[in-house]
């Protein structure tokens, strides 16, 4: 499994993540922050607390984490509509 071995917050929702086989992207939480389990990221500090918990899952405490399989299926999906340039 490719589990994340970087992470950052970015501003306006978005967290900056580089996984175990040098795949990298930007997944954008935007809708989610404020919301639900997400609602405390609606706080600046708390939204930039990301970082990596003991089992490669993107958390933010216990409560508030993000499975690694599917961020890595997140970031994948994305790159894979990136227009390619010549």
Do not use: T
């Not at 589990?3 to 990298?24: A, H, T």
């Not at 989610?32 to 939204?47: E, K, T, Y």
């Amino acid at each position: 499994m490719k589990r994340p071995v970087r992470v950052s917050s970015l501003p306006g929702g978005k967290i900056s993540v580089v996984f175990s086989d040098g795949l990298e992207g930007v997944i954008d939480m935007s809708c989610s922050v404020g919301r639900g389990v997400f609602a405390p990221l609606a706080d600046p500090q708390v939204f930039a607390g990301v970082h990596i918990g003991d089992h490669g899952q993107i958390a933010w405490s216990e409560d508030i984490e993000i499975c690694p399989d599917a961020a890595y299926l997140e970031v994948v999906e994305l790159n894979a509509r990136q227009p390619v340039h010549a």
